[in-house]
Each structure stands twice: as C-alpha cells, then as structure tokens.
C-alpha cells in the first residue's frame, strides 16, 4: 500500500529502484525463476512487462532498499541464472542518468524542445555536448551552458568528421547519440560502434518517404496524412528498427510549407516520446523490430 | 520456441490455454509466488501482465496441456494461495464462450455489427438472444438463428420487464448483457445482479453529455470532435466504469444528422472493442476505473 | 433562412438541388462570372468551395426550384460561359443516383459495409451488380437482391475475364467500379475507359506497403500504425490518387492476424467514407492528387 | 498561373493580400454581389469559403495590388454593399500584424512554445506584453526582448489587478489576450470589452471537466483519453465558444503525473493552432460555436 502510494503521487525514489531488462531463447519457468530471486533479496516488483516471439523479452522495475549500493553484488548473483538461460540482459539504477549527445543541423526545433524538456526535469537524462556541422544553433544551446562543438562536414570529409566526433563522444562516455534533424549520413562503423544507442527522427511515416525531402514527396503523392518516425539507427539508411510513429491529417489545402510546419509538432512529439522510453530502457530490439515496454 | 511459433501463426489450441486473473491487497512476492505455483504445474505463461495502485492486479494466460480436463483439481490447489493473499480470483479455460444477450432498441447498427463479428469468428462468444422492447430488428437477426424476444416497455412497466427479462436470461445462463443503443434505463437491482457483466455503449465521450441526446448537444456545444464510450452500467445512469473510448474530428460544417453518422462508426468500433476485452478477462474493475490488460 | 433551416434538418429536396463541379486554367473572375450566372437564374448557392493550384477548382451546390425539369437548359446556357475559360465540367443534379458495381474476391466485410450503408440510406446510390472471381460472397448479396455475377479469373484468363466484365457493366450503364478488396489487376484499358471511375481500398498507408501481402510487410517492418488507403485505380499498381487515409495504433504485441483484424475496420470505413465522397462529386483529381471538397 | 505559383513556393506578397471576413442574414445573391465587387477592383479570388447556418457567413482571401494603400478607398465602396445586407464585416490586410498580449500564471509551456513560434516566423502578430500574476517566468521572456508585467492577484483584489491590466493593455492598442494557462478568473467587463478576443486554453476535452483540476477528475473517472480545448473567454467559466480541440490516448497505466506530462503536449499545440487561426482572420464566432474556415 505505502509503495502504492509512493508511486501513485510520483514518489517513488529513484535510488531505490532498479530495472532488469533481458532477453533469451524461450522456455519455461523464466518469470518464476527471475521473480522468485528478485523475492529473495527483498525487491518488490513494481512493473512487470514480458513479450515472447521467437525470443522471450522481460523488463522488471522493483524496488529495493539501497539498490544503488548493493547493485554490484546483486548483479553477481544474478549472473548464473542469465548464463542457464542464455540471457542478454542488463540490471541497472532507475538513478543512473543516461549521458546523452544530441547532433544538429540547422533546423533547431527538435534540439530547443528536447532541452526544454529536459530542462524543466520532464525527461531526466544528462545532455553532454551538442554536435552540428553547421554554427547556426549555437546561440539556443549556449544559455543551458551545454557545450556546442562545430564539425563542419562535406562528403569528403565524412569519415574525418566521424573521427572528431568520436574523439568528443569516448571521452565523455556518451550513452546515446540523438539524431534531432541532423541531415547527415553515420559511417558504418560507427552505427556498429553505437548499436541501437543512435536515435534518428525522420521527417515521414515510414516506410513511406525515406530518404532526402519526405515532405516535398509526401505533396507530391497527395497523402492524406503525414508523420514523423523515431528509430534507430543502422547501417541501412532509414531502415532501422521503429520506436515511434505517429501521423497528422492533411489535405489537399496544404503546401509544401505547411506540411513542413505541422510536420515539425509531430517531429518534436514523436522524438521526445522515443527519448523519453530509450532512457528508462523501455525498449528492447527484436530483429528489426522494437518492442517498447510501458514505463512508469 | 514451439509454443511462441503455434501463437505466432495463431495456432494455440484454446483448450490447452487458461487464464488467472485476480487483485488483492499490495504485498511483496505475489508475482513470484503465482508463477511458481504455475511453472510446478508445468503451465507454460504465454502472457504476464500487472497493475499496481491501492490493490494489486495480475493477469496471466499459460499453456497447459489438457486444461480444461484439469482445470478444478488446479482451481483446488491455487485456493489456498488465493486465502492467504485475499485475492479476489477467477481462473478459466480460454476455451469457454461468454455466454451474451444482446439488449436492442430500434437503432441496428451496433447490433448487425456484433453478430457479423460474432458470425465471422472475430469474437468468439455464444449470443444466446437477443432481447428489444421493440420488433424493429427481428428481421436483422432472424438469419442467424438467434431467439429474438420482443419485450415492450414503458416508464409504468419498466420493474415488469426487468422481471421478464430475468425470466430469459437466468435459464440461459447469461454472464453478459450488451446494451447496443438500447436507451432503456436498467432497474438498480439488475445492474447489482449483473454487477460489471453490463455493458453499454453511450454515444457521447463520457463524462461530456452524459443522458439523452448527445449529438445534440455536442452540436449545440460546438465540440470539434465527437466521441463514444463503453462502460459498465451502475446504479448512476453514465456514470459506470470506462472501458474504451474514441472520437473522430468534426466542424462547424456538420449537421446533427452527420454527427450521428459518424458516430454509428464510432460507436460500434468501441462497442466491439469492449466486448472483445470483456470476454477475454481482460478488463477488470478498479474502483470506477477499469484496467485493460493487453489481449493475446 | 428556410433554405438554412431545410439545410439544418436535412430536409433539401434532392430534386432541386444541383451540383456544378469545374476546372479551369486560372484566371480572374471566374468565381464572379459563376455566381452571377447562378444568381440570374435564381439558383441560391448552398455551398461554394474552390481550390487553386496550377489549375482552379470550383464546387458549387445550389438550390434552384425544378432544377432537374430544367437541367438541359440551364446546362446549355452555362456551355459558353465553360468554353470562354477552357472548363472541364459536370453540372447535375443531386437526386441522380449513380450507378454502382462491387467487385470483390473472398473477403466479405468491405462489402457487408457497403451493402448495409447503403440499404440505411447512409450512402445513396444504386448498386447494379456484384461481381467476383469467387462464388464465395454470393450469400452475402442475395438477401439484397442484387445480381452476382461470379466471373473466375486466372492470369491467363485476365483479358478474357475482363472482357467479360465489360459486357456486364456497358449495358448497365455503370458510372463507378468499386474494388471492395477484389485482389486482382485491372487492365490498362479497362483503367482508362473507366478513368478516375475506379475506387480500390488498399490495405495499407500508401506509398508504404504497395503491392501483395501488406500487413505481413508492415509486420516485418515493425510500424507503430497501420493503415488504409482508398484511391483511384490506374494503370500503375497502388500508385493512383488518393482519395482518404487512415491509420491506427499498434504495437510489438500484435500479431499478423491482429493488424489483418484491425485492418479490416480501418479499411471499411476508408472505403465509405471515399465512396461517399466520390458519388457526392465532391473529388476532383488534379494530376495525381485529389482535392476532397466538403460535402453537405 | 502566376499566382497560384507565387502561393504556391509562398511567396504571396503579404501587402498585396487582403482578407474580407462577413456574416449577415442569410439573402441569395450574397457571393455573386460579393465576387463581382472584388472583381470590378481587379482583386484576384485566392480562396473562398462560405458557411451558412441561422446566418450566412463568408471569407474571401484576394490579392490586389497595392492593397493596403487602397484599403480605406475600397472599404468605403464596399460599405453600402454591407449595409443593403445587414453584414457584420471587416477587410482587412494580411500584413498588418495582431498585437497580442499573453497572460501567465507559473506554468510555462504554453509560453515558451508561443514565443518560439512567433520567434521563428511561424506565427505572425506582436507580442507587445506578457502578464503574470507571478513573477516565475520572467526570465524565460526577458531574452526575447519582451516587457513582463507581474500583476499579483488575489480573490479580493481580483477587480484592481483587472483595472491595472487595462491601464497596460490599452494605450498598447492589444487585439487579443492569450490566456496561455493563466488560472485565474477574468471579470465580466472585461470579457466583455474584448469580446471574442480572448482565448483560453484549458487543460481538458471540454464540457468534460470544466472548472479545476481536470487531470485530477480525468485520473479519478477513468476516461481512456485526455484532450485540451481553445476556446474564446465569456462571462461564464469554460462555456465560451471551442476553437481547437485535441486528445490523445492514455490508459490505466498513467498517473496524474503522467496525465499532466502528456496534456502540456496537447495544451500547447492546440493552443498554437486557435491563435494561428484567430490572427489569420480565420474564426468567426456563431451563437456559441464557431466557424473555423482554412487558412492559406
């Protein structure tokens, strides 16, 4: 009841609270086996959310006086289970605050608005640099005291840029890459290097309209609706798995600009949502397929 | 691998399938405690699913072969485990239809969808009959073999009615009754009978135009969307449990007329969609709110 | 204001009521020049609506005492007006039904749509004839009275089959086909003698997921909402204009069978909604877009 | 051609561009007198909507060159036609802005999203003041160069503060208040005094929850949806005539918290969208509904 309530008026604290996330080959006996343990070490469930295709996929949030301290010993215990079970997973602290790059160009909505959401504490992760090839936004990002670093970028110059960009994101030990309208195109190695930790917003519902000018294409075809899809990014272009989607009617009233105008609301929406449950480890990756579990 | 592959291509057989569903009091272990006693059972969990708010909310659906044929030796043994956490249970065998009555007044749209539904195999219920104080829509229902019981009623009969009505729906064994636009209120005493197993469509996005003549005064009110809503019928007229809701945008260019027509697909889209969560132990009763569990 | 209070409860008399629907190169004056005729001949103006792009677009909905006795007249005296700014035009009348046929294949609720919409009034037109390449849904039509005429197409008898058709729908005299999920290709000249005649619903969110099997793709493709698209039929497969769109949420725990299920609604109600626009002149195609003039 | 180009890439030129905006009894010949004025001033039809209820209402957008060095001339020819129909009417340019003022209380969301759109071009008016009965966000409005006024109010001192605003809001000739969640209760006279030019956004699907905490009351009935609605400020609270409305779907999963979070989201783009429409001369207001035509 007490938990209940804590969690009813948003109370519940982050310290003490913990998710496990894993997937593995189906079988019986895996959600007893994993909450009869999380039981033993008196951590009470607070969501429990399990999805079984070819694989099975489970996401639990518990929690448990001092998580935070006892992580590391709880983690050890639970590892002869994950190897019986040939489980990918990971226990982590609700407190543990993602470390977040957001890459521009020079469209700033999405950025101005992911800093204003995290800004005013609604999403809670921590926003290490911002990386553009262009100069334009730098006076947004600049009042949040966030570092802004100017990587001009031209097709010959890719894989150089690429090189810079790491030599800011290791160093920082960057969680997650948010793609906010950036407009360029990741090398291979480093999506590979950044597996489903590269988030990209793109400006259609796809599979409809990937790749350049969605919006000039979309008045082309005289959709009747548009959208907006988050997803993550992979060596395919605009290929990667969905996190998010959603659409907007329009008709044929409509110009290109104003396609472009509705577009950028749902861009900035769809984008936060999709931040939003990537950071609370709400979303698994099955295939080419993402599973997103309900967060709390 | 098995098990995920027969419900992937949608071949699980009902009669190996069963469902617990319960709420009871918070308290730490619930989860791992039901799971275990299914997993010694060797009851595969093919879906787990929970809420927690001042009670605690669980649903499972598991696989296990011969079910049915086993189901009260396993209702036996989990009575204990129910004592002792004061749960409020029921486990049944996926195999088992609902058994309906449809209540009807002269409007058939929402009737002719639910037995085209029913017919089609998209719900799997046994539509026992059908029950309308006019006989308008016999003609709707004769074909599909269904009694149709022609019951008039006026404000002075209305207590008499209900009485004939319990009269058809007892030997039948009824567990749910589907007020599709029936605009008869229900004696207090028959929603206590019938206590979370009535459901009605109300053409309005409840609380907004709770009563008569909804379109109306949505037009009246000049909303730009319009909606329906499916709830359990109480004691207070509108007032029951929500089940599922949706609307569709409207202007200043729609008639009541249009409104009203837009609405008839509005509402026989909610109206199925709750019917369906229903008879799939989906939909349990919080207080005035209800959980909708995901169905499988 | 009786003509707006007739409008309000839908008591226009269909017989005198007209529809004057246009295109044109862009030029000024072409609204003023339009009225006025409208005017002179005591023609009041229910509803105008207009559209410019590369070309003009004019709707025009009019109330004129005997219109219909009067319609070659008034027809003929407009003629000069069309030829002096290069219109293409229809001016008719609004109790005129068109002529329907229904082309389907073995899947039944696109047609149980229509076929209920349409004896509710809802939709008004005249449905000749139900063709099909299966005698599966002859039971479904019969009770309605309406021919169905069971026509098997294989590839190679594709020519044949449509030739067949042909011979059918001339002598009808039919004015709209109306693909209700018929599943095989229309010739080209079958599109063209037919041309923006031709009403498919497609099962998915168009330009995604053209061609075969789309919510087997859009399952593969993991998107978050699935659609349905109603356009003209041309010679490209799926790539015609669109007439109206829509889309519904979904998630990682749907299977195929789930979005085919889903689909099914979207699609009928996409497909009424098209129809009913199409029959009330309201679409005008304007290269391979639509403009969807609103309706009273 | 060349117009429908210009407007097409944008590029109408805002002084050339002027807007006639009218309701009267309703009269046949109203559009043709209308059109022929127009035309007889060698002013280009860009769009024309009309609406006819009780009354008869009409916008015409044109282009004319010159137009806002013509307007008073052309005003004055068109007065006699206004009077012989009884018209409440205005014409205005296109290029003159609205000059708005934005009430606050501590909530900041609508805010920061309305200076950002304006700030971008997006929206096109004045922001001449933002008043606040708090002085919380004055420090997200100082950059933009904006005067904040902080305004304490107090249940006794309701009328003074009320008597303070005016001395701010007149000599800055204010058109429009935006009450971008601003909690606190606007007297009589004053909504009197800008009849039809206040608008509110409050944070539910209106009738649903009027008066306070909605969310609250959203949360504790249960609703399957949350929604915002814009609507024009009258003497009675949450009853004046609905602009914009929009929702989104939620489920027993979320929190009050939850159902706030989401809400900002709604709140602030339906709130963008109503004083979109509001300063592009696009709402007219009949009875208690209001007549939304598009935009261009």
Redesign the interface.
Known sequence: ?E???Q??I?KLKKEDQGRLVLSC??Q??I??EV??F??ER?A?????????????FLRVVFQCDQFERRIEEIRQQFAPIAESYEMQWRMVSAARKHRLAIFVSKE??CL?DLL?RFQ?G?LEAEISMVISNHADLKPLVE?YGIPYYHVPVTKETREEAARIHMELLEPAKIDTIILARYMQIIPSWMTQRYRHQIINIHHS?????AGAKPYHRAY??????I?ATAHYVTEELDQG???????K?V???Y???DLK?IG??IER?VL?RAVRWHIQDQVMV?G?????F?G?
């Open positions: 009841m938990l209940a309530m969690r009813k948003g080959p189906n019986p006996g959600v007893a909450t009869r999380l039981y008196e009470d469930i607070i969501q429990i959310e399990q999805h079984m295709d070819e694989h099975f700033g909505h101005q204003w005013t609604e009042p519902f796809l599979p409809a309209f082309e075809r005289g959709v009747k609706m959208g798995p969905i996190i998010e989607q959603d659409v009617r008709d044929h009233r110009s290109v600009e105008r950028r609301d929406i936060a099955d080419n397929r993402t599973i997103v309900s709390i």
